[in-house]
Nanobody, 115 residues
Framework: QVQLVESGGGLVQAGGSLRLSCAASGSIFSFDNMAWHRQAPGKQREWVALITSGGRTNYADSVKGRFTISRDTAKNTVYLQMNSLKPEDTAVYYC?????????WGQGTQVTVSS
């Protein structure tokens, strides 16, 4: 089974930027689609962005225009570029790979945005 490992989280001031990475232990094409989710303290995990195997992307309204999901197939890595960060973006960010009815999750990376 392909493992997913996130990195790139940290502490940033409001208005700043971070780039998260999700490295797969095998080919990311073993997944149909890949996505980023996040979970803020005391809240349910929510979907943030998706990239399909064909390269199409989709975003939650809350991050549209600020976040960009992309991939480097040679490095088997998916990225989430986060710009104009807000305190409400503070959460643990998780990478998810979909394969048919199944999915795999990474362990998460913490993003904290200070006001």
């Amino acid at each position: 089974q392909v493992q997913l490992v996130e990195s790139g989280g940290g502490l940033v001031q409001a208005g700043g930027s971070l780039r998260l990475s999700c490295a797969a232990s095998g080919s990311i094409f073993s997944f149909d689609n890949m996505a980023w989710h996040r979970q803020a303290p005391g809240k349910q995990r929510e979907w943030v962005a998706l990239i399909t195997s064909g390269g199409r992307t989709n975003y939650a309204d809350s991050v549209k225009g600020r976040f960009t999901i992309s991939r480097d197939t040679a490095k088997n890595t998916v990225y989430l570029q986060m710009n104009s960060l807000k305190p409400e973006d503070t959460a643990v960010y998780y990478c998810r790979g979909y394969s048919g009815p199944n999915s795999s999750w990474g362990q998460g990376t913490q993003v904290t945005v200070s006001s």
